[in-house]
C-alpha cells in the first residue's frame, strides 16, 4: 500500500516525559530531538515525501526563558549535527513560520542547512517554528488584499486554490496523515486551513517514547481509514 504523501506531527508530551523521571523539562525535549531523528529516518525508509513538524508553536515564546533559550540552541545543534546525515539520505530540510523571531545563530545555522540539502529529493522535512496556523492565515489575507490593491489579482479570483498559494506551505500538498502524540485532542493553531481533509491519529505515546515502529502504526492505521473528502 502506498504511504501517506505527506504526515504532519505534533510533536507533544517531552516536558510530562521528563517529570515522569524526574528530570528538567530539557531532557526531555533532547529526548524527543533524538526521536525526531528516527522517524525522520523511518519516513524516508517508508516513501514518505514530505514531513512537517510542530517544533516550536508562537504560543511557545511565553513559556519560562531558560526553557526557549534551551530549546533554540537544541534546535541549533540539531541542524548542525543532522545536515551531514540529511544531505547523505538525499533528504531536503525547510522551514515555516516567522522564522525572523528566531535567534540570529539559529537563522544562521537554519539557512545554511536549507541550502547545504537543497539537493534532496527523497523526503522534504519541514520545520514548522515560531509558528501560528492563524497568524499565516493573516499573512496570506494581508498579502492577497496587497495583490489586489496593485491590480495584480481581481478580487473575483479570489477562491482556496489562490489563498493555499499564499500559504506558507504554497509549494507543499496538503497532509494525508496529522499524528499527535501524549494523547492531546487539539490542533493547537497547527496548519488550520492544510488539516482540512487530513486524517488524525492521536497516540497515548509521549513523543520522546514514540519511534519508527510507533509511525509504523500510524501509517498502517491510516490505510485503514476511508477517505471520501466529503464525497459518499
Ligand atoms: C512539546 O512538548 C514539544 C515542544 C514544545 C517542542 C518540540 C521540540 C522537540 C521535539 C525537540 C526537538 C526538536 C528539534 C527541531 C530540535 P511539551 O514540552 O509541550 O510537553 P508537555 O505537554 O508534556 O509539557
Given at each position: 500500500m502506498k504511504p501517506p504523501r505527506h504526515i504532519a506531527i505534533i510533536m507533544d508530551g517531552n516536558g510530562r516525559w521528563a517529570k515522569e523521571r524526574g528530570l528538567p523539562r530539557i531532557k526531555g525535549h533532547e529526548k524527543g530531538a533524538e526521536s525526531l531523528r528516527a522517524v525522520v529516518e523511518g519516513c524516508a525508509e517508508v516513501g514518505v515525501e514530505f514531513l512537517t513538524v510542530?517544533?516550536?508553536?508562537?504560543?511557545?515564546?511565553?513559556?519560562?526563558k531558560a526553557e526557549v533559550s534551551a530549546l533554540m540552541k537544541l534546535l541549533e545543534l540539531f541542524i548542525e549535527r543532522e545536515t551531514p546525515e540529511l544531505i547523505e539520505k538525499g533528504i531536503r530540510l525547510q522551514a515555516i513560520g516567522r522564522?525572523?523571531?528566531?535567534p540570529e545563530s539559529c537563522q544562521r545555522a537554519l539557512h545554511k542547512a536549507i541550502e547545504a540539502t537543497?539537493?534532496?529529493?527523497r523526503l522534504t522535512l519541514v520545520l514548522a517554528l515560531s509558528y501560528s496556523g492563524r497568524t499565516e492565515i493573516t499573512d496570506a489575507v494581508k498579502s492577497i488584499v496587497r495583490d489586489v490593491q496593485a491590480g495584480r489579482?481581481?478580487?473575483?479570483?479570489?477562491?482556496p486554490e489562490l489563498i493555499s498559494r499564499h500559504l506558507?506551505?504554497?509549494?507543499y500538498p496538503d497532509p494525508d496523515l496529522l499524528i499527535r502524540t501524549s494523547g492531546e485532542m487539539r490542533?493547537?493553531?497547527?496548519l488550520l486551513w492544510q488539516l482540512s481533509y487530513t486524517e488524525i491519529v492521536v497516540t497515548q505515546k509521549l513523543w520522546p517514547d514514540f519511534g519508527k515502529d510507533e509511525l509504523r502504526e500510524a501509517i498502517a492505521e491510516f490505510h485503514g481509514r476511508d477517505r471520501r473528502f466529503g464525497a459518499v
Open positions: 510542530y517544533a516550536f508553536s508562537t504560543e511557545n515564546w511565553s513559556r519560562p522564522l525572523t523571531d528566531l537543497s539537493g534532496g529529493t489579482i481581481d478580487s473575483a479570483m479570489i477562491d506558507y506551505t504554497r509549494v490542533l493547537s493553531n497547527f
